[in-house]
C-alpha cells in the first residue's frame, strides 16, 4: 500500500502561483510513476502531468505546458507540481496518484490521494 497526502491548494488570484506537494508513504515510492489529475464539478478527471519513477521522463497536458511544472525527490517521497501563471479555467480538486503504465490514463493509477482545492480567481 501508498498512502498519498496533497497539500498547497488554496485561493489565487489569475497570474499567480501555487505549489502542490504530496507526501507518500508505505511501500517504497520511487519504484512508481507518479501522476497529477485534476476534476472539475461536473466533469471527467482530467490528466494534467505525470513524471516516471526516475523523474527521466515527464508529460504534460496541453492546457497546462510552459505554466506548470512536475518534479520529484525520491529522498524525501514527494512530488511536486509548480502552477505559475495560473488562469480560472484551472479551478480544480487537484490528485496525486501513483502506478505503472499509461501515464494519461487515471486507471492506470493505483493509489490516490484525497486531493486539494484550487480556486483561481479572475
Known amino acids: 500500500q501508498v498512502q498519498l497526502v496533497e497539500s498547497g491548494g488554496g485561493l489565487v488570484q489569475a497570474g499567480g502561483s501555487l505549489r502542490l506537494s504530496c507526501a507518500a508513504s508505505g511501500r517504497t515510492f520511487s519504484r512508481y510513476a507518479m501522476g497529477w489529475f485534476r476534476q472539475a464539478p461536473g466533469k471527467e478527471r482530467d490528466f494534467v502531468a505525470a513524471?516516471?519513477?526516475?523523474?527521466?521522463?515527464?508529460y504534460y497536458a496541453d492546457s497546462v505546458k510552459g505554466r506548470f511544472t512536475i518534479s520529484r525527490d525520491n529522498a524525501k517521497n514527494t512530488v511536486y507540481l509548480q502552477m505559475n501563471s495560473l488562469k480560472p479555467e484551472d479551478t480544480a480538486v487537484y490528485y496525486c496518484?501513483?502506478?505503472?503504465?499509461?501515464?494519461?490514463?487515471?486507471?492506470?493509477?493505483?493509489?490516490w490521494g484525497q486531493g486539494t482545492q484550487v480556486t483561481v480567481s479572475s
Open positions: 513524471i516516471s519513477w526516475s523523474g527521466a521522463n515527464i
Open positions: 496518484a501513483a502506478g505503472n503504465g499509461n501515464y494519461y490514463r487515471p486507471r492506470s493509477y493505483d493509489y
